[in-house]
């Protein structure tokens, strides 16, 4: 709040290191929105056993975001299990993953956000990769697009689709449950941790922006930089400054 | 043809080194087949004079080709003028660029092959960046499907597009126009030059190739393994005796 920014989508990992509940807490105290949980998904696994872990993991994460009120649970959907080849595979288990938790996070009141990444990541985090495959899968499960079921967007894995502004609009307000902003860099030193800020990189973010506006969506833009050589050694007083300065200047 | 390979891609830089004649009278003494000339493309520019001269430069391209015999002429669209971030009026002018050229290609009976390129490659190398984009590009250019305007489908750039046995079926006999293989590395520690040999990575090349028999692809297949990290450094008579080895072990 010292920077005058409303929300927050915290890590699982960061929430179980602080205890669920005095995590819930100190984000109320702070009169902070809960924009989203990061993150559920990582279904597609060697076994049976291996896929009922992660489906019982995603119900706990299920019950995490409920008690921590948050807008969503981020989805990303895992890749191929070591030693696979088989990519079809893999997005079906992550359907009948998604499929396994949805009657729960329906119950919860806890929209499920599922987030296409980009395709350098299709083998080892997320075989969604384009919004149009995320949106069949919402097809799929929720034909009848009955709501708590969408997409989380990130520019980032979704700047370069031809398709994109088409799968914006057919997104429409109901499946876009987030927005979260950065700037793709060229040159891109590393394929994880080498995000920019906005108006350092080459996504022409007002172009996406105007997109989701005139879907209707009227949500929080969350600001997600993955940047190991630049922003994480900063300070953090800077970095925030920066990231509303930018917001406002680029997006 | 010491190693029994009966066909070879030149690049442009090394033809212009060894000289066009020179080449083409080295190849045919050789009785290689010139699978395709790398590259043209780079269409995208600031101003009209950059266009022009690009257009240009793929109409040399295309001499080139026609006096090597080259079987097609690969072309890597271009990315984003410095400082721009339009990438609609990139591609924009991708599909003018081509559409300049293809006539005198036609002439010279040089099949024009759009490479689409990994989304990773959107900014900096090529906007075209998936099998349907590229298949939309021959459809508005060649709605007629005459011939001589196809795609050259790299595995390295669409093994992740859930769209691929599509793509690859509505692609056909007529519009594949070459096939190059390598494998997905992970991780992958540099997003241009730490390709994979064929079996070291994720690729299900068999599925793939599968599906371009499937089409009636009956053409070479093609080893392109940018490496600086490690094929790059090793002995060549090793590296092609491995490419060999790995291509009827796993694709």
């Known amino acids: ?14 929430l179980h290191e602080m205890g669920v ?5 100190a984000i109320r105290n702070h009169e902070l929105t809960v924009t989203g949980l990061c993150r559920g998904g990582m279904f597609p696994a060697w076994d049976a056993a291996g896929r009922k872990a992660a489906i019982e993991d995603n119900l706990r994460a299920v019950d995490e975001a409920q008690a921590l009120g948050a807008q969503c649970l981020v989805l990303v959907a895992g890749g191929l299990p070591a030693g696979s080849k088989d990519l079809a595979a893999a997005r079906e288990q992550v359907r009948d993953g998604i499929a396994a938790i949805l009657p729960r996070a329906r119950e919860a009141r806890v929209p499920i956000a599922i987030e296409p990444l980009h395709p350098m990541y299709a083998a080892d985090r997320a075989c969604v990769n384009t919004l149009a495959q995320a949106l069949d899968l919402c097809d799929t499960l929720d034909p009848e697009n009955e709501g708590g079921l969408g997409v989380a967007l990130d520019v980032y894995h979704v700047w370069w689709d031809p398709q994109l502004e088409h799968g914006i609009a057919r997104a429409g307000k109901r499946r876009l449950l987030a927005f979260h902003v950065c700037d793709w860099l060229v040159p891109t030193r590393d394929l994880l941790t080498d995000r920019g800020m906005m108006g350092d990189g080459v996504i022409d973010l007002p172009r996406i922006r105007s997109w989701i506006e005139l879907a209707g969506y009227k949500g929080f833009h969350e600001v997600e930089i993955f940047s190991e050589l630049d922003w994480w050694k900063r300070d953090p007083d800077e970095v925030l400054e920066t990231c509303k300065d930018r917001h406002q200047r680029f997006c």
Not at 1 to 14: C, E, K, S, T, V
Not at 21 to 25: G, H, L, Q
């Open 1 to 14: 709040m010292r920077h005058g920014i409303l929300g927050i989508a915290p890590w699982r990992d960061q």
């Open 21 to 25: 509940r005095a995590a819930a807490k």
